[in-house]
């Protein structure tokens, strides 16, 4: 007798990672459902960490949110406080001088440096490879220190003021930048060509969670994601703001694809970005003081909006700040590169085994922080509801002027 | 009569039984720790004794006395802590067919007792404390395990089979750790059969990486991945046990090489200067490589790690199986 039916019973084993899991150093969760060791279905949920801080900038002023704004993500303090500081420059009409911007560009790519670094380090721990994350964390202190020297302060800057920056360097502090600078790029050299050669890094991130060229385009993701797939997209490059007008620079681009090549391309911008400080400190402008007198800054912001955008260690960042003439920001609007590189590839998991799931997403360098967004839940109902992005605008009131809503 | 039966119970509850290799496997895991900060440029254990050597006692004893046992509706404790106890049971009784015991069992193919215990019972044990304390993570660190036993046991009793098969050819008991274990230095000077302990070696030293279920082979207990694999539902008296467990395990395993390929102090007899310092250098040397090889690689994907076992273990083990087959007849 032929057979003429066959029933399959799926088996799948639902596997979270996160939102406590070693594998994150930040609250995700990834449902993952696994046939065996093959990825057959992965769920993204996030909102483990939410801190309304886009409502919290509109009760306070438009000073005190260039901190608030800081201290939306850890390691891109620096982008995200330059992001906001240049839509109110816009806002007030105010042009800092190129000493300032140059500085600005300083900080900021002392931060992709390390950011990058930071990464590449967490890459290294996720696939076993512990001595080599510790060695990475340590030459980044190396940059740390830097950062230190130039802002003040290790990890959370507040470097940025409107009209200018904070603090001015010397050429004792420049020496010792360049020191640091050409120290580290002797070990970024060093760590690229480990994860060029490294046998077990080739086995795990070769041809892992490629993603193509059509399908970032569709999925809509920036920076290193999009650039390892051959996608020249780059605010600095395109937008040139502060001094990147000035200071060369190349966008590096892979084509391959694959979270190798997300982090090849991190190392080879750390080095462009290593260059980029070097020639900073031995071009800085004194075209005047870079740092404003905060006392004859403006208290009074005109009525008007501004949108900007920077180049963050993880993507395009942009700011959307809207003045109703008022000490305190109408709107601020922040949409962040993890939120749309994390959310938008979950797809890319599938067919890969178990072991993939925390090399893919630590390829996108995800900053959970920064892409939180709201799930409301109805205690009475039960009923759970995600907020649209135009009620996210209305900010929770049930009606607004369709002049101040996006 | 009476002497033998008390030195029967010194040699299991004190030296090499019980207290001996708990002490042994606890300060092995503080070589590992001490070893891989020292390359990763920590300081590693340092709080507890002197440099932190008593860190590993403390911490299972504290596991054990201190730390509560949460358990899941589906969790059988009992189970897990009696098959706890018949692994390190199991490897108390191997440490009587070693010649470090002062009550040696020797006899006709005794070896295959050793293996029996070795690669049966303390995996086994493994496995069901596992399954008893069950979790998404613990079943895949199981089928994790299961499929690394397929490739990791059959090399480990191919590459200790080498030495015991040359030494049988002209001594006996035949198979028996003893006789392999002070006969094999004499193997290691003749030009044809050390190639064949050299295959046997590197075989045995890329096992005990796998049995140690360190990189580039910790892919049961992928931290990363899967939590702690089959490790994960543990806790409390059940992960101190656990721990201990792997650590014996760990002991054992290096203490078959540096007895059954490396010779352990012979041809000098274990109570003589030059015995002991040629053990503990054996010892040593063994852990250090370990640690270095722990340092120097990633976590492979399991598929690749079953490749690279049946490449680098598998079969130069079972070459060398096959040559000292053709050179014993």
């Given amino acids: 007798m032929a057979i003429t039916k066959i029933i399959e019973i799926p088996y799948s084993l639902e596997i979270p990672v996160g939102p406590q899991h070693p594998a994150l150093h930040e609250p995700l969760l990834l449902k993952v459902y696994a046939d065996g060791e093959e990825v057959v279905k992965v769920e993204v949920y996030t909102g483990y960490n ?62 992709r440096i390390h950011s990058h670094m930071l990464i590449n380090a967490v890459m290294a721990e996720i696939i076993g490879f512990e001595s080599l994350f510790m060695n990475i964390m340590l030459d980044r202190e190396r940059i740390m220190k830097a950062k230190e020297i130039l802002t003040g302060n290790r990890v959370l800057a507040d470097y940025m003021m409107v009209g200018g920056v904070r603090r001015d360097i010397n050429d004792e502090k420049k020496n010792k930048l360049l020191k640091l600078l050409n120290k580290t790029e002797e070990r970024v050299k060093y760590y690229k060509q480990v994860f060029m050669e490294d046998d077990t890094i080739l086995k795990r991130l070769v041809d892992v969670g490629i993603i193509t060229k059509t399908d970032v385009l569709k999925y809509s993701l920036i920076g290193p994601p999009a650039r390892a797939s051959g996608v020249k997209i780059d605010a600095r490059a395109s937008d040139k703001y502060d001094a990147y007008d000035e200071v060369p620079f190349n966008v590096v681009v892979k084509k391959e694809g694959d979270s190798w090549a997300r982090m090849i391309l991190r190392w080879d911008e750390a080095l462009e970005s290593i260059n980029m400080c070097k020639y900073i400190l031995e071009n800085l402008p004194s075209d005047g003081n870079p740092v404003p007198d905060e006392k004859r800054l403006p208290r009074r912001f005109p009525p008007g909006e501004a949108f900007t955008r920077v180049e963050a260690p993880r993507g395009e960042l942009t700011y959307y700040v809207m003045s109703d003439g008022k000490p305190m920001p109408y709107r601020v609007k922040i949409r962040t590169p993890s939120f749309n590189n994390i959310i938008n590839t979950a797809n890319v998991y599938l067919g890969h085994s178990i072991a993939d799931v925390p090399v893919i997403l630590v390829s996108w360098d995800p900053c959970i922080s920064c892409m939180e967004r709201i799930t409301v839940l109805d205690l009475t109902t039960g009923e759970r509801k995600r907020m649209h992005l135009k009620e996210l605008a209305r900010g929770g009131r049930k009606w607004v002027s369709p002049r101040y809503s996006i | 009569m009476m002497a033998d039966i008390l030195t029967l119970i010194f040699s299991i509850l004190i030296y090499p039984g019980l207290l001996f290799l708990f002490s042994l496997a606890l300060f092995t895991q503080y070589l590992y720790r001490k070893l891989s900060a020292h390359m990763q440029k920590r300081m590693g254990p340092t709080y507890v004794g002197p440099k932190g050597v008593l860190q590993p006692f403390y911490d299972v004893w504290k596991l054990i006395h201190v730390k509560e046992e949460v358990v899941t509706k589906y969790s059988l404790p009992l189970i897990a802590k009696f098959f706890a106890l018949t692994g390190l049971a199991a490897a108390i009784t191997v440490t009587a067919l070693l010649p470090l015991s002062i009550y040696r069992i020797i006899g006709n193919y005794d070896f295959l007792v050793y293996i029996y215990l070795c690669c049966l019972w303390i995996p086994l044990s493994m496995i069901i404390m596992s399954l008893s304390m069950p979790g998404p993570y613990t079943s895949i660190g199981v089928s994790r395990i299961l499929s690394f036993i397929t490739v990791c046991e059959p090399a480990y009793f191919a590459s ?63 931290e990363q991945e899967i939590i702690a694999g089959f490790e994960t539902e543990f806790s409390g008296p059940i992960l101190g046990l656990g721990i201990l467990l792997h650590d014996v395990d760990v002991t054992i395993t290096i203490l078959s090489v540096v007895y059954i390929l490396l010779g352990g102090p012979y041809p000098f007899p274990h109570l003589s200067i030059p015995g002991i310092v040629i053990v503990i250098v054996k010892y040593l040397a063994i852990v250090l490589i370990s640690a270095v090889i722990e340092n120097i690689f990633g976590r492979y994907r399991i598929e690749q790690a079953l490749y690279i076992m049946l490449k680098y273990a598998l079969i130069p083990a079972l070459i060398a199986l096959i040559l000292a087959m053709i050179y014993i007849l």
């Avoid at chain 1, 409502?55 to 800081?70: C, H, M, P, Q, T």
């Avoid at chain 2, 003893?178 to 045995?204: D, E, F």
Wanted: a positive charge; hydrophobic letters at 45%.
């Fill in chain 1, 50 to 111: 939410h801190r309304g801080i886009e409502k919290l900038a509109e009760r306070n002023s438009f000073y005190r949110d260039i901190f608030i704004v800081g201290r939306v993500c850890g390691i891109c303090n620096t982008v995200h406080a330059n992001c906001y500081v240049r839509a109110l420059e816009q806002i007030l009409g105010i042009e800092p001088n190129n000493r300032a911007k140059y500085l600005r560009v300083l900080a900021m790519e002392l931060e």
């Fill in chain 2, 160 to 222: 200790l089979l080498v030495p015991v098969t040359l030494v049988s050819k002209d001594y006996s008991p035949v198979y028996s750790i003893y006789t392999a274990s002070v006969n094999i230095w004499k193997y290691w000077l003749n030009p044809y059969t050390v190639p064949l302990l050299i295959l046997s070696l590197i075989a045995a030293l890329v096992i005990l990486q796998a049995k140690a279920m360190i990189p580039p082979f910790n892919i049961p207990e992928a």
